[in-house]
């Protein structure tokens, strides 16, 4: 095989390779999105019965997820946030760009998890299953499986208690 022939391989070999690459991509993509999308539809769901204007009250509008390696201009995360507004304090669930391997997290912003935590909600896929991720400094996460009870616990912090 002369050097022409093997640069035609060698640029055979990469296209495929980035159209494999694409291709894994965008299934994960579409199945990322999907998943959000469902989680939403549950916490929606969770929240229904305990709906009340100027309480609390569950709206969704379209996001598109970026960071620092995928800068909003060029973000092909196309999907949704979620905010929960109890007591007057918003609860934003927003998307954080797709993670290796398909892995999907949202920032949960407006609960805090000490001075310096975080709070996020994790889906490993192939797992459906979600978890509530707390990060405090350099200590592991603590991390509890996400349910109706778990979420309506952490939105119960941010009710007023009256002082007696």
């Not at 022939?5 to 994960?28: C, N, T, V």
């Not at 949704?80 to 934003?92: D, H």
């Not at 996020?120 to 349910?147: E, H």
Request: aromatic fraction near 8%.
């Amino acid at each position: 095989m002369d050097n022409v022939q093997q640069l035609g391989e060698m640029l055979r070999h990469y296209a495929e390779s980035e159209a494999h690459k694409k291709q894994l991509f965008e299934s994960q993509s579409a199945v990322w999105a999907t998943r959000i999308g469902e989680l939403f539809d549950q916490i929606q769901h969770w929240l229904e019965p305990v709906q009340t204007p100027n309480l609390l009250e569950v709206s969704r509008e379209v996001y598109v997820a970026s960071g620092p390696s995928v800068p909003v201009e060029a973000s092909t995360f196309k999907t949704e946030k979620l905010t929960v507004v109890i007591a007057g304090k918003p609860v934003e669930f927003v998307p954080d760009v797709m993670g290796a391997g398909g892995q999907i997290s949202l920032a949960v912003m407006g609960l805090t998890a000490a001075r310096y935590g975080s709070i996020s909600l994790v889906c490993l896929p192939p797992s459906a299953n979600w978890q509530w991720r707390k990060t405090n400094g350099l200590k592991d996460p603590d991390t509890f499986s996400l349910d109706a009870n778990f979420l309506a616990q952490q939105l119960q912090s941010l009710i007023p208690r009256e002082r007696g």
